[in-house]
């Protein structure tokens, strides 16, 4: 593969300095490009530096792009692997069936993606907690006003050496349920990664920073009914002697981590669904103590515990506020997996380095 070098390499964060979360980007990122006619080519490494590009570019008013988000962990050999990318590739090819954009051969993205993971094994954080993200993203780069699919596109993957998506790390998070505004609904976009169902989340969750959260805790759109997901992670709500997750019913992202929680789950025996959750039961459930634990799942927020849901006004606090048991077990059993320090039964781990 081509590799086009840099004159001069960026700093990278000192060691011990807290990443946050997309804050510094590495040195290279992989692109190609795809042209009607001409497929997908032109597969290369280049210095990771703004493009200039034309106002006109159709992304920049129709939105028509998709993203994924993976990870790369340090193992305890001083190696690297990334968690299941396989099932990234494939979903990002499902968005972009949804979406308009021509299929990409996943085996080329993998093998740009470790040719860039090796260039930039210098990035990789080794604190405990962090990782490399890896964002691959397709736009569409044609220039034109018209409403169409574009007939060409830039694939592009960045690198970001990350911690703790919250701020506050591990502390269980508060989510405010939204009633008004929705996220998606049945035959728009939200099962499919893409730059606009993230653009129509920001509005409520403004209102829900400012008034001290951490996520909005999305509603069905039809109804206002139904628990969905909260934007950048997926739902699972404890109840006595059952582990219930949101179905996957066209309007919610299908999580790489929710399926991985969803197998772990089943194998150790716990009874699990996936169905129609009404918000008045997760109420009624937190009101009466049985609603034991909730928690959200996804690769940038990983498995995060849910502390506090208000709905209608009312707070109602869930675990005493701190992560119960079976969050625990999940969040030790995936960043386990994840970061090497238990065996892999699953084959989800893939050596990359
Ligand atoms: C991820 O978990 O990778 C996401 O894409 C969610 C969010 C950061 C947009």
Redesign the pocket.
């Known amino acids: 593969m081509e590799i086009v070098q840099r004159k001069t390499l960026k700093p990278k964060p000192a060691a011990g300095t807290p990443l946050g979360?997309?804050k510094y980007f590495t040195d290279y990122m992989f692109t190609m490009r795809y042209e009607a006619g001409k497929g997908w080519h032109d597969p290369k490494i280049e210095p990771n530096e703004p493009k200039p590009f034309d106002l006109a570019t159709s992304v920049l008013h129709y939105a028509q792009g998709i993203?994924?988000?993976?990870k790369a962990f340090r193992q305890p050999d001083g190696g690297v692997c990334v968690f299941r990318p396989d099932e990234n590739w494939a979903r990002m090819n499902n968005s972009a069936d949804r979406m308009c954009i021509p299929r990409f051969p996943a085996e080329v993205a993998e093998e740009g993606l470790e040719e860039l993971l090796r260039l930039e094994r210098d990035w990789i954080p080794n604190e405990p907690g962090t990782a490399l993200?890896i964002r691959p993203t397709i736009v569409a780069t044609r220039v034109m006003l018209g409403v169409h699919a574009s007939t060409e596109y830039l694939f592009f993957i960045i690198l970001s050496p990350v911690g703790s998506?919250y701020a506050h790390g591990l502390e269980p998070t508060k989510l405010i349920v939204e009633d008004f505004y929705s996220r998606s609904s049945l035959g728009g976009t939200g099962e499919a990664?893409c730059l606009g169902n993230?653009a129509a989340s920001m509005k409520a969750g403004e209102l829900a920073e400012e008034k001290g959260f951490d996520q909005v805790l999305w509603l069905d759109a039809a109804e206002k009914k139904y628990v969905e997901e909260v934007?950048?992670?997926n739902m699972f709500f404890v109840f006595d002697g059952e582990v219930a997750t949101p179905a996957l019913v066209g309007s919610i992202l299908p999580g790489i981590t929710r399926k991985s929680c969803l197998q772990i789950l089943r194998d150790r025996g716990f009874c699990v669904s996936e169905r129609r959750i009404p918000i008045e039961e997760v109420i009624s459930a937190a009101k009466d103590g049985r609603l034991k634990e909730a928690f959200g799942t996804?690769?940038?927020?990983v498995i995060s515990p849910v502390g506090l849901i208000r709905y209608r006004g009312e707070d109602f606090p869930i675990c005493g506020g701190k992560m119960g048991e079976i969050t625990k077990m999940l969040y030790d059993t995936v960043t386990g997996i994840q970061y090497g320090t238990a065996p892999d039964g699953y084959g989800w781990r893939k050596r990359v380095l």
């Open positions: 979360f997309g993203f994924e988000g993976m993200y998506y990664k993230y934007g950048s992670m996804g690769t940038a927020a």
